[in-house]
Every structure is written in structure tokens, then in C-alpha cells.
């Protein structure tokens, strides 16, 4: 695996842990290749998927009586739409292929055999479907046998969420998610107390990199942590290959084909990106790092800031998750989080979860050592939502902040304390006592508690 991509102005690179190195084989780099060609091949092979539910739905018009299907004639020219939106689609997938910077390159020839989903992370939120494709399209290419759903439309799925993170259509489903977040990190880590630069910060489960991006752009360092290279490679085409703003068309919804108003809602078209980063690079420096974050992230004290979003809930035990968090985190340093508990292994076969309820969290957490700041409920978001469509489903997500005490934070405390009893002793004298000539013995560093606890 190399370090770096040292000619992308945000580089994305594999990361492992010091003691994965020595451990790392040619034969688990040749797996990792197969790996990223399978996915590779599930871009290539969109259209073709896409076809068939069109193909399905224009047979059945077919065989209708003649009268329906000239009742049904603007339905079937509908149709043409969508195939030209799913072209359309194709399109852009050709150029996010094209530049293949962050994976190896393929004869093309490779099956289509998708990845299973790893351990400890998200299959992600994704279209479903009730049904299982043909082996084969109208040209006899095969495509997969018996492919379950949830695999081939991760590339369905990754374009929705290169609205949700890039396009002005999605702003306000931004808003929802991420202020919240980039808010709570100003507000601890104030710009006016602290050199930005120096304060890393790490997102896991960064996706499409809007919010590392974000922070970024207001100062601080920011490495986003991504396992699926459906949106490590998609990420990489905009945050480095994308030369201006809007320069591409995409149609997230044209795989809806229900609760549609409209026709034109589900060929509706989102450009992107709404902020080319190629020409606006944040202050403060940005990376995108792969692997499992679990595997990767195992240095004790080397982030002053987690920052998760719709992750937690990707875990198959949680508390695998929190400890992590904790073990990283600098004393002092603070984990933001905002989203659900949709827990994403739970009712998945072949795969245990477990589903810790909010008020379980909160003693998992403060069990392993964090401080809970501040914690709010019902916090309304959205996710790769159609804003067309007539079903809007939405999360009461959870939000909070916690702090990772600092080192001294037990001998800060019992100052505090005797400090408090000091006081009360001295209401208590008489007014014509004289004070002890020695009614402090702490040194002139020695802070007020709150504060000396932020700063550490």
C-alpha cells in the first residue's frame, strides 16, 4: 500500500495501523485489488442493472390491452427519460472512473462479483427492492446470478449521496446534520483561543467528504476515515478531479418509481458540486484516509476532535465504536455526534448486532470515561431524501458532546473542591477574625478548573 498520493491537493491514501505493516502480504494486496475491481465493476455495469427494472415495467405496458397503453402513452415515452437519465448517469460514472488515481487498474474483463460487507461497517442507507435480477440483459451479457439488492445498488446509492453531500438541491438535509456539529467544534475549539491548524480533528464514516471539507475550510485539520471505496472513489472525483462548480448533471431519483407526483420528479436532474473545493482549498489541511476504522485508528491520544454522523449505529457492537473513540481522543478532546440508532447489522442474516437503546449509551459512555457535555434528542434530519418525493421519512436523531477528561482532571476536581470548602469557611468567621495569613498554597498557574480543563 502507498503512504500518500502526493499530486492530489487532498490526498486520499490506504492507512493502516504500525503493526498491520509488517502483517500486510502480496497476497492481501492482490485481494484488496480484486476488492477494488469488483467495485469498479459494479459502477461499470449501473446501466445495465438500471435497464432492467425499466425493461420489466415497458414488457408488462406491452402486454397490456391497446386501449391502456394509449391511455399510457405519455408513461411510455416517460420511460424513454428515465433510460436517457440512467445514460446520463452512466456518463458521469465514466468520468469518476476515468482518472483512476485512488485504485489499480483492470482489463475490464473481471466478473461481476460483488463485495460482502465487512464487519463493523454500514451497508449504508439504500434503496430496497423485492426483487432479485435476471441473470442476464437483452443482450445475453451476463450481470450476476441471483445478486442480492442491497450489493449492486450501492452504486445506485453512492450517486444519491453525491447529491446529498455536493448539490444546492440537498443544502438544507446539510444543515440538519451537519451545523449542529461544525457549530458545537467552534464553539469548544474557538478560533479566537486556539491556532486551528493544530487541532486535528478526524471524521469516520466520512462518505462523500462534505463535512470534512466543511471543517476544513473553517481552520483545522481534518482527515476524513472511509471504508467503501463506492465513496472513497466517488469522494476523490470531487474534492480533486472536479476543475469547477456545477460542471456535472446527475439524476439521483430516477430509480423512484413510486410516490411520484410528477414524471418530471423522477428525472429530476441535481448538478454538482455546488462548491468546487479544486478552487476554493480550505485553511486548514484535509485528507481522506481508507480502511476500517476499527483496524486503523488505534494511536492513543491523537485527536483533539471525533466528529461522527450517521456512523455510530454502523457497528455491530457499539461499544467497540465508543472505546475506540475514547482510546484516540486527547485528554480534553471532545466527540460531536449527530444521527439515529437505525443499527444497520440488526436483522441482517449471517451478521450479530446488538441495539444499546439511547439511555443504555449514555452509561456505556460515562462507563468508559467520557464526560457528557451537553446531549439532545429529536434533532430532525433527513437522509439522501427526495425532496420531490411523496414520501418523507425522517430521524429524531440524537445529538451530543462529550469530552475525554484531561489527565489531571481527578486533581483538578478535589482542588476544586477544597477551594469551594475554603470559601464556606471563610463566610463562616466572624467579621472581626483575622484571616489566615496563608489561605491559599496553590501556585499562580494554578487555573480555574473549568478552564484549566478545556485548555489541557
Known amino acids: 500500500m502507498s ?5 492530489l491537493p487532498f490526498p486520499m491514501h490506504p492507512k493502516m495501523h504500525g503493526d498491520q505493516a509488517p502483517a500486510f502480504t502480496a497476497k492481501e494486496d492482490e485481494e484488496e485489488r480484486r476488492h477494488i475491481q ?3 465493476n459494479a459502477f461499470q455495469y449501473y446501466r445495465r442493472y438500471a435497464y432492467l427494472r425499466v425493461n420489466k415495467t415497458e414488457d408488462y405496458l406491452n ?11 405519455k408513461y411510455r415515452k416517460h420511460l424513454d427519460n428515465v433510460r436517457s437519465c440512467i445514460d446520463g448517469n452512466q456518463s458521469v460514472i465514466r468520468e469518476i472512473l476515468r482518472d483512476r488515481v485512488l485504485y489499480p487498474t483492470g482489463d475490464g474483463d473481471a466478473d461481476i462479483e460483488l463485495e460482502e460487507a465487512p464487519d463493523h461497517v454500514r451497508h449504508g442507507d439504500m434503496d430496497q427492492t423485492n426483487y432479485l435480477v435476471d441473470a442476464h440483459d437483452d443482450d445475453d451479457d451476463v450481470i450476476a446470478d441471483d445478486v442480492e439488492p442491497l450489493k449492486i445498488l450501492k452504486a445506485q446509492s453512492t450517486l444519491k449521496l453525491i447529491a446529498r453531500d455536493w448539490s444546492a438541491e440537498c443544502a438544507v438535509e446539510r444543515e440538519q446534520s451537519y451545523k449542529p456539529i461544525i457549530d458545537s467544534i467552534e464553539e469548544y475549539y474557538k478560533p479566537s483561543d486556539y491556532a486551528l491548524n493544530e487541532i486535528k480533528i478526524l471524521v469516520p464514516g466520512a462518505g462523500l467528504g462534505r463535512l470534512t471539507y466543511e471543517l476544513a475550510c473553517r481552520g483545522y485539520a481534518c482527515e476524513g476515515n472511509e471504508f467503501s471505496y463506492f465513496m472513497l472513489i ?3 472525483f470531487v474534492l480533486n478531479l472536479c476543475d469547477y462548480e456545477n460542471k456535472h448533471v446527475l439524476y439521483p431519483w430516477v430509480h423512484q418509481y413510486v410516490n411520484n407526483m410528477r414524471r418530471a420528479d423522477q428525472i429530476a436532474s441535481v448538478r454538482f458540486p455546488d462548491v468546487c473545493p479544486v478552487r476554493n482549498p480550505p485553511k486548514g489541511n484535509i485528507e481522506m484516509a481508507a480502511g476500517d476504522f476499527l ?10 476532535c471525533v466528529a461522527t454522523c450517521f456512523f455510530i449505529d454502523c457497528a455491530n457492537n457499539v461499544i467497540d465504536f465508543i472505546r475506540t473513540i475514547y482510546k484516540i481522543l486527547v485528554p480534553g478532546g471532545i466527540w460531536v455526534n449527530l444521527g439515529p440508532l437505525l443499527y444497520h447489522y440488526s436483522d441482517i442474516n449471517g451478521q450479530n448486532s446488538i441495539e444499546p437503546t439511547y439511555e443504555d449509551l449514555i452509561i456505556i459512555m460515562e462507563s468508559v470515561g467520557f464526560d457528557i457535555l451537553s446531549s439532545r434528542s429529536g434533532i430532525r434530519t433527513k437522509y439522501a431524501q427526495n425532496p420531490l418525493s411523496m414520501k418523507q421519512s425522517e430521524y429524531q436523531s440524537l445529538f451530543w458532546v462529550c469530552r475525554k477528561p484531561p489527565n489531571n482532571y481527578e486533581q483538578q476536581k478535589q482542588r476544586q473542591h477544597q477551594r469551594q470548602q475554603q470559601r464556606e469557611e471563610e463566610d463562616q468567621r466572624p467579621n472581626n ?7 491559599n498554597q496553590s501556585n499562580e498557574n494554578d487555573l480555574d478548573f473549568e478552564t484549566e480543563a478545556k485548555q489541557t
Open 63 to 73: 402486454s397490456l390491452s391497446m386501449e391502456d397503453q394509449r391511455l399510457l402513452s
Open 38 to 40: 469488483k467495485v469498479q
Open 433 to 439: 477574625e483575622p484571616p489566615d495569613l496563608i489561605v
Open 234 to 236: 466517488a469522494s476523490n
Open 3 to 7: 503512504d500518500m498520493v502526493p499530486s
Open 295 to 304: 483496524e486503523v485508528y488505534k494511536t492513543p491520544d491523537a485527536y483533539n
